[in-house]
């Protein structure tokens, strides 16, 4: 950046406006309008010469990233609260800080993941099928039905904000509470298990780990094997944290009951085998989809690109 010039700033994609008239006032913005995500050639030809780029989780930053910006580039600010679309060492050897959202949509994701334990659970989708396909005639005292939810057992792997928020709610519908976590975390009522014990006891898992090598996977094939009979499933993590192939297929025979996904390995691809179940409830990726918490990610990963391009350090660097 010149001095005295405007810092440089590609937002690559619209985002609520809290965020953007921040930038528009002390920075020159090139935002891409599109609803889809710029082309890979495209992404790295508008980033050329930014002091400050915010990236979503569709814009993968590596090294071939970083060389076409150049080597102005002060920020890169993730529009979420993971990051695996960054390759976050590249970036320190370049010392580019990397920012994300922590703590704004913690509350808004777990709302989503107790939604999806809730619609999975009593089945309302299939409900909401049912009816709308005239095939109700009339009360059943068979029809549809799922397990409680109060009084069950609750699985979270991962044990973070969102997770211990899950855990939140989950005392509210009187719940025993297992989790899993790197280290042991003080929380009432809460029992920290290794994993297996968690699968075995469980009868609803909630994932919350970010996607990391260790943690890619990690519901395996075989792991799945040990799920409690009936278990039912949510992943509003990330989906190759899952082995789609192997829950599918657990869902199809009734081995797992019923699972809520928000993440998928490929999105927006969705694997066909849930697809055609009746007992998967989809979302596209709406963890922290409100009005409210999407104009607060906004405003937070901007002053951050307008902090860190005008000289000053960020307030929010990813570890």
């Not at 808004?108 to 099928?129: F, H, K, N, V």
């Not at 799922?146 to 509210?172: E, L, N």
Request: glycine fraction near 10%; charge should be negative.
């Amino acid at each position: 950046m010149v001095d005295g010039a405007r810092p440089r700033v590609f937002v690559a994609r619209v985002i609520p406006e809290e965020g953007l008239e921040a930038v528009r006032a002390v920075c020159d913005m090139d935002l891409w309008e599109d609803e889809l995500p710029p082309p890979r050639d495209e992404l790295l030809r508008r980033v050329a010469g930014c002091d400050g780029v915010l990236t979503l989780l569709t814009d993968h930053v590596d090294d071939e990233f970083l060389d076409a910006a150049g080597p102005g580039l002060r920020v890169v600010s993730n529009f979420a609260v993971g990051f695996d679309n960054i390759d976050v060492a590249a970036c320190a050897r370049r010392g580019i800080p990397v920012g994300n959202t922590p703590g704004v949509l913690t509350e808004t994701t777990a709302d989503l993941a107790w939604a999806l334990l809730m619609a999975a659970a009593r089945r309302i989708p299939e409900g909401d099928r049912y009816v709308r396909a005239g095939k109700w005639k009339t009360w059943g005292p068979m029809l549809l039905l799922g397990p409680d939810v109060h009084g069950a057992t609750i699985g979270i792997v991962g044990f973070g904000r969102i997770g211990q928020a899950v855990a939140r709610r989950a005392r509210g519908f009187e719940l025993s509470v297992l989790f899993t976590s790197p280290r042991d975390v003080a929380f009432p009522g809460a029992a920290r298990v290794p994993l297996e014990e968690l699968l075995e006891r469980s009868d609803f898992v909630s994932l919350h780990v970010p996607l990391t090598r260790e943690t890619e996977g990690l519901l395996s094939r075989e792991r799945i094997a040990r799920l409690k009979p009936g278990a039912i499933v949510v992943n509003t993590a990330r989906g190759p944290v899952v082995d789609d192939a192997a829950l599918a297929e657990a869902l199809s025979t009734g081995r797992v009951a019923a699972a809520g996904l928000d993440v998928f390995p490929d999105e927006p691809r969705v694997p066909a085998a849930y697809l055609a179940l009746e007992n998967v409830v989809l979302t596209p990726h709406l963890g922290s989809g409100t009005r409210e918490t999407r104009a607060a990610m906004a405003r937070r990963v901007l002053e951050e690109v307008v902090r860190v391009a005008r000289g000053e350090p960020p307030r929010y660097p990813v570890p």
